[in-house]
């Protein structure tokens, strides 16, 4: 008798601890409450792009997207586009089409800002940029803007000196005597004498007037000379003359 209620008490402590088991895992795979979050009715838009030119490279720089309660969170990255301008083609005129230049991902920052190294210089350019969610959902197109550079003022042109003409060398065993016509309808400060033995050009001296004499000269040699005429800039280069001194052998 004692034996049969043993195994009654047995049972129900087993049927007990099989509903509390039941209990404890359905407790530790419940979830918690929904966590609100904050809605949105559209992916915001950057509104405060600027533009300017660093080091001959276009920096870009702009703000938070500003939008209908668009939340920092909800922010994945910034797309950067690019459009080139035609010469003489103003920005409301043209029809540019645009690329995707690169793709930012932002940090912890309220501003941000992007340097395009590969702008070439001289070239028009247009930028835009357009953000992206965490759900892969695209804004509209931010206010666009124009990079030009500066074209150089015409005092700042510098024309290239003209090659000096009538030029001729006379050897005189010791020295080679060189002599060319003076440039005159251009601003000469003075003129550069280049000599190569057949390699490359060196310079070998500097004078005021149209002439210049060779001393340090070896027999056996072939020498080549070219002169400059040097202003704000060196201008081009004469023709060249071959000298060959005393005992030269091909």
């Known amino acids: 008798m004692r034996s049969k209620k043993w195994r009654i ?10 509903f509390l088991l039941l209990i404890f895992v359905s407790a530790c795979g419940r979830r918690g409450d929904p966590i609100a979050v904050t809605p949105y009715t559209e992916v915001g838009v950057v509104k405060k792009l600027k533009a300017s030119i660093v080091n ?7 703000g938070m997207p500003e939008g209908k309660n668009f939340p920092e969170k909800a922010l994945k ?10 010469e003489g083609v103003s920005a409301e005129e043209c029809k540019c089409e645009f690329r995707s230049l690169d793709f930012i991902v932002p940090d912890r920052q309220k501003t941000f800002n992007y340097l395009d190294k590969n702008a070439i210089k001289g070239q028009s350019y247009i930028y835009k940029i357009i953000v992206m969610d965490k759900n892969n959902k695209m804004s509209k197109d931010s206010d666009s803007v124009f990079v030009s550079w ?6 700042d042109v510098v024309v290239p000196l003209n090659a000096p003409a009538g030029f001729i060398a006379l050897y005189a065993q010791n020295s080679v005597i060189l002599t060319w016509d003076e440039i005159q309808e251009q601003e000469v400060k003075f003129y ?20 210049f004499t060779d001393k340090n000269i070896e027999p056996s040699k072939k020498y080549y000379y070219r002169v400059t005429a040097v202003g704000k800039v060196e201008g081009l280069p004469s023709k060249e003359i071959e000298v060959v001194t005393k005992g030269y052998q091909p």
């Open 9 to 18: 008490e047995n049972k129900n402590l087993l049927l007990t601890s099989y």
């Open 77 to 86: 990255g910034f797309t950067i586009f690019r459009a080139e301008v035609p």
């Open 192 to 211: 550069r004498v280049y000599r190569s033995e057949g390699k490359d050009f060196v310079a070998i001296g500097e004078t005021a007037t149209p002439a």
């Open 56 to 62: 001959d490279n276009v920096y870009l720089t702009w």
């Open 150 to 155: 500066a074209k150089p003022k015409l005092e």
